[in-house]
């Protein structure tokens, strides 16, 4: 199936996982340590009741990572390059729309909201060209000159709903090594840009 098909066909724990995964992966652009949204992850992780606190943990997330002038310096000498700072207003556009209900309607926006945002970062970030005209085209099935960026991030994005699909919340914890290994990918992309400025 197509990560369209997927998001549609996923459940509210399922989405929830699947845009935190996709925000989790950006972290390295909104200024936080890799354990901050741990605290989500672990609530979607309860068997019974699960994400009872979810909204509770949303805003402190929101609190601690959501710090006025993350992302100031896009595109000015000494500042982020254009890429890296169109990338960062995504990523904080994802936190900011992370709904406090669970509502199905509400996580299946933010989660198809989410992958399109992670899937444009990754475009923005990467050093080859992505042949799509834009990522509409990858999230529906359209795969050939993908950058490896892009593709590497709409592989995992499909590996996460196909797991939670499979295994519910037993897959969170691979679904949590999936999200990991992108955010370290990320980071060195990022990191290596910076470098490449100097």
């Known amino acids: 199936m197509s990560l369209v098909e997927l998001i549609a066909q996923a459940d509210e724990r399922g989405l929830a996982a699947s845009g935190l995964a996709c925000l989790d992966r950006c972290v390295p652009l909104l200024g936080g340590d890799d354990e901050i949204l741990r605290p989500l992850w672990a609530s979607l992780a309860e068997s019974e009741g699960?994400?009872?606190?979810?909204?509770?943990?949303?805003?402190?997330?929101?609190?601690?990572?959501?710090?006025?002038?993350?992302?100031?310096?896009?595109?000015?000498?000494?500042?982020?390059?254009?890429?890296?700072?169109?990338?960062?207003?995504?990523?904080?556009?994802?936190?900011?729309?992370?709904?406090?209900?669970?509502?199905?309607?509400?996580l299946r926006e933010w989660a198809d909201a989410c992958s399109v945002a992670a899937l444009q970062i990754h475009r923005l970030l990467d050093a080859a060209s992505d042949g799509a005209s834009s990522v509409t085209a990858r999230r529906e099935g359209r795969t050939q000159d993908m950058s490896p960026l892009v593709a590497a991030e709409l592989r995992r994005q499909i590996a996460i709903l196909e797991v939670l699909s499979a295994h519910g919340p037993a897959g969170l914890r691979q679904a949590l090594a999936l999200s990991t290994e992108g955010r370290r990918v990320l980071r060195a992309v990022v990191s290596r840009r910076a470098r490449g400025r100097v």
């Open 50 to 106: 699960w994400g009872e606190d979810w909204g509770e943990r949303v805003e402190q997330a929101r609190a601690k990572l959501d710090v006025p002038g993350v992302g100031a310096g896009a595109g000015v000498p000494g500042g982020r390059g254009f890429a890296e700072g169109e990338a960062s207003v995504l990523a904080h556009r994802m936190l900011g729309a992370v709904p406090v209900d669970r509502g199905a309607g509400n």
